[in-house]
């Protein structure tokens, strides 16, 4: 389980609180938000760069800093993807085998300074299809369990949904910077600094919640740099980046925003389909809804398209929900 449990003081420590649709930011601010996200970026990109571990089909890695000193449930989950794909031997005639699926869950909270190993099982290689099963664990227990499909690219049948019309462009819409440039704590920053831009069509409910109580979302991501050209890096970092925003759809519905006191979230499980090529420097528009909550848990779907209108990726979590009854 990855625990994201988070109070956010919702009043500005400047004189001037920001807007619900933003507030004004100058060109320093910006400036300085764009080098500590492509800074951000970087520290990303190191720490998912595995280190082979002691035996066959084994890796370590490191964890991010985070506000609540537990690790982001999207690092340990693109980590155990790029585990999986280090074990598979490309066909020089047939190209790489790229993740096509992923199921995985959550299973404790992570230590952020205790190093996570990775433990490959290699379920089947057939001619076509690839699957693996990786576990990440500290302490010798496990903090994750995933399993992934893998396939050489292939002819086919080729439809997908189209992106809803009339959704305003990336440019259009208020960063996280816009909403959160004068507040002063450490989860500000982690949104208004972080890897990735997310900016929210519909509005954020990083302060307040919705006015309409809603689980539909759309919101524009884009990694703050360059990606290097490694599409198995990309479908690892589109794991990451959605864990940031797959539960929101939850909040929207029930009425509640980050910054709820005592609002206690985590991720449960997590699924992932990727459908065509994905590229996470770019602009790709999510489009979100959560059919379902109960019971102290909510469902968050996502339909993920780039900015040509192709759906490139399909994704649902289940998380826990918690906030004070009464």
Known sequence: MTDRSRTVDPEPVGPTAPSPTGSPVDTAQVEASDEAGAAALGTVLRTLDLDAGDAPDTFVGTSLAHPNGRVFGGQVLAQALLAAGRTLVDDPDA???????????????????????????????????????????????????????????????????????????????PTALDHLARIDHPFARFWADGAFDVRHVNGSIYLRPDRERTGRQLAWVKARAAVPDDQLLHRALLAYACDQVMLEPVLRHAGLSWATPQLSIASLDHAMWWHRDVHVDEWLLYVQSSPSGQGGRGLGAARVFDQDGALVASIAQEGMVRVPLG
Not at 98 to 110: D, I, K, N, V
Not at 111 to 138: W, Y
């Open 95 to 173: 190209g790489p085998r790229l993740p096509h699926s992923l199921h995985g869950y959550f299973l404790r909270a992570g230590e952020i300074d205790v190093p996570i190993e990775f433990g490959v099982e290699r379920l089947r290689d057939g001619r076509s299809f690839s699957a693996r099963r990786t576990h990440a664990a500290q302490h010798g227990a496990p903090i994750l369990s995933m399993t992934a499909s893998f396939q050489q690219e292939q002819p086919g049948i080729d439809y997908a949904e189209r992106m809803p019309h009339g959704v305003p462009g990336p440019e259009e819409v």
